[in-house]
Each structure stands twice: as C-alpha cells, then as structure tokens.
C-alpha cells in the first residue's frame, strides 16, 4: 500500500512542478506547494523503509560530488550577508530536491515507472503551455513582445519547457497505439510553439545542441533505433529551429540584426559576466552565499563598465552561479557530478544480468537524458539552468534517472 502511495506521490511532484509559485507560511517558515508535497513524499518513503529496511546505496562514491556541493552550499550560507535569503535557498533549491532525488534513486525499479515519470512530467509541461496560450491570447507579453506567462521571465518558461521537449520524445519509444503517439505530437507541437513565443535563443540553441546530438547518435547507432523517419523530423525539427533563430525577431527587436549590429542582450551579458568575474576574484573560496548576487552585483557597478540592464538575480551563468553561491568546492561538485554522468552514458549498465533488450532500452534512456543535460549545459553558457525551485527538480530529476539507467529494466 505505501508503495502504491509512494509511487503515486513520485509523479505528482512531476505533475506539480509549477505549483512552487504557491507560496506561503506553516508556523513563519516561508514554503510553496510543491515542497510540501515533496516533504510528504519523502516522510511516506521513510516510514517504508523503516518498516522494512533501511536504504542502501551500493556506489557510495556516487554522493561524492553531491556531499562537496552541499558541504560548499552550507558554508556560503553560513558565512552569507544575509542568513534568511541564503537559508531559503539552501532549503528550497537543493535540501528539497535532493529529497527527491534520494527517493527516486531508491524506488525507480522499472520501465513502467520511468513512463509513468516522463508521462507526468510532460502534461506539467502541456499545462504550462496552454496557460501560456492563454496568456499569448489575450497578449498579456512582455514589453518587448515576448511570453513568459506565469513565471518572471520569458527565459524561466522556456528554461522549464525545454528539457521536458526533450525528454518527452523518449515516450515515441514507448507507446504502441497510434492514437497516443498523435496526441503526443500535438503536446510537442504546444511546447514547441510556446518556447518559439518566448523568443530565448538561449534556449534555442541549447536545443539545437541536444537534436543535433540525438541525431548524430542515432544515425550512427547500427540497430533499430536507426529509424530514417525519426532522424528526418529531428533534422526538420533542426531546420526549423535554424530558420526561426535567423530570420524572426521577437517584436521588440531583442537582437538588432545579424552581421555587423549591435547585439544588447549579449553586451549586457557580457557586463554581467564582467562584473560577476569581479566579484568572485574578491570571493574566491565561500562565494557570497545563494541569492545574493543582485546586491553584490548593484555594489560592484563603480568597478564595471556602465550596466543596460539593473535588475539581475542571477549571473546568466550556470557555472558563475554555482562558484558565487556554493563557493569553489560547490563548484568542483557540480564539475565532477557532470563528469560522473557523461561517465555513466558510456557504461554498459551494473547489473550484468538484464537481459540484452532490457539493456538496449536502458541505452535509449540515457540517450535522452544526455540530450538534456546538453541542453541545460549549452543555455547555461548564457543564462541559470538550475536555480529556481521547477529547475532544480528537473535537474536531479536527470542525476537519478541517468543512475538508475542500466541497473534496472528502465
């Protein structure tokens, strides 16, 4: 019966990752929704294990990189400016998502379990996007013409659809009625559309990077996965990409023309990184603590170039994020936690008893979630793939299934 509970809970949090904008108090403890429901996930899967055994994780070595980052994490909030913002971050942006990464890593035995996951977390994507239609509908958008529906930022929506575009083509493979695979083609033609809307071509070119790569693998992959039809609409996918990066703009000109203009955002960019760079230099060991950027960065405006753009959370950058707010060992962690799951692609898998089509899909797996990673990584060169509540779920989310990928019949 707590299985049935826990197992029903793991793809609720999937399903519910937007619900982290319900915000609100439990005895003047700042939380949302979506932490809530990880909270009793987690508290159900201990009393399961309690009541049988206690969890056992066979490569320790594994939660080596992971320990370094919370070991880096804890001492920047320790040592940070402000304790509160520091502290919720360290709760709400890694306590509670390795919560559910802990879970999953132990529960998820099964192909069934991974569709199931996958399956949830692509109608919380389809959810988004048809609120965002909403949205776009009655051109609720930004000033500059682009959608970013409920979250802060065009960027935020289109850093939360991508990854589950990608992952979503996983399920083709899955499914056997024809009728399934039509509906799953309109819910990526929905995504695809809304991330088009949001004019990130951050995320555009994160997505290209991941296509190109699952195009490249399975065109050289000699076995049944060498579909040309498949291969044909990832290039179209490609193509269209490639067109509308080129030749649209958003309707406030985000980028001024192609050759030889001005490019704003990447000039702003370029002061942010400038200034970030500054500040690190000053911090190199502890970071400034989570959550802390914007008042560094707004402090440090005497020693950077004049700023176009003031309100800026975040370095627009994934790894300059994690060095000022984890610190140097944070950052090491991150590295050699990356380095572990590339490592992890290429193996064939610990439980040498799976059978060899067990192993094949497993390998399928791993295709899509190194295609996600991809993209995560290649947006991250220019924006923070990872810090928001929905974003660093879907990102441990990746770490566990590329862990379970090849030790069980996923």
Not at 7 to 32: G, K
Not at 275 to 290: C, E, R, V, Y
Not at 308 to 329: M, R, S
Request: glycine residues 6%.
């Amino acid at each position: 019966m707590l299985q049935k509970i826990i197992n029903l809970l793991i793809n609720l949090v999937a399903l519910s990752l937007p619900l982290y904008l319900v915000r609100f108090e439990i005895c003047s403890l700042p939380t949302n929704l979506l932490e809530l429901i990880i909270l009793v996930l987690f508290i159900v899967w201990l009393v399961s294990k309690i009541r049988s055994e206690a969890p056992q994780f066979k490569e320790a070595a594994f939660f080596y990189p992971i320990f370094l980052i919370f070991f880096g994490l804890t001492l920047a909030t320790f040592f940070s400016t402000d304790l509160r913002i520091s502290a919720g971050i360290w709760k709400g942006w890694f306590i509670v998502p390795w919560l559910y990464f802990v879970v999953l890593i132990d529960v998820l035995r099964s192909k069934k379990q991974v569709i199931r996951l996958l399956t949830a977390l692509t109608l919380s994507g389809l959810g988004i996007a048809l609120v965002a239609f909403g949205y776009w509908a009655n051109n609720l958008l930004t000033y500059d013409g682009r959608l970013k529906a409920l979250y802060l930022s065009p960027n935020h929506l289109a850093m939360f659809l991508s990854p589950i575009l990608i992952l979503s083509f996983y399920l083709y493979f899955c499914l056997k009625k024809n009728i399934h695979k039509i509906i799953l083609f309109i819910v990526h033609c929905s995504l695809f559309a809304v991330i088009y809307l949001t004019y990130s071509y951050g995320a555009w070119l994160g997505l290209l990077a991941g296509f190109i790569f699952l195009s490249i693998i399975f065109y050289r992959k000699r076995t049944r996965l060498n579909r040309p039809k498949f291969i044909f609409s990832v290039l179209g996918l490609i193509f269209l990409i490639f067109v509308s990066v080129c030749l649209n703009q958003a309707p406030g000109q985000k980028f001024q023309g192609l050759v030889g203009l001005s490019y704003p955002s990447l000039e702003s960019r370029l002061i942010i990184w400038q200034s970030a760079w500054t500040i690190i230099k000053d911090h190199p060991l502890l970071g400034i603590g989570p959550g802390l950027f914007q008042k560094y960065y707004l402090d440090y405006q005497s020693q950077a170039l004049p700023y176009l753009e003031w309100a800026v959370p975040q370095p627009h950058n994934l790894f300059l994020a994690f060095w000022l707010q984890t610190g140097l060992l944070g950052l090491l962690g991150l590295l050699w936690l990356l380095v572990r799951f590339f490592r992890n692609f290429s193996r064939p898998g610990a439980n040498s008893s799976l059978k060899p089509e067990i192993k094949k899909g497993s390998q399928l797996l791993k295709y899509f979630l190194l295609a996600a990673m991809i993209y995560l990584l290649v947006h991250g060169f220019i924006d923070t793939t990872y810090w928001k509540n929905d974003l660093s779920v879907i990102f441990w989310l990746l770490i566990a299934l590329n862990y379970r990928a090849g030790r069980c019949a996923c």
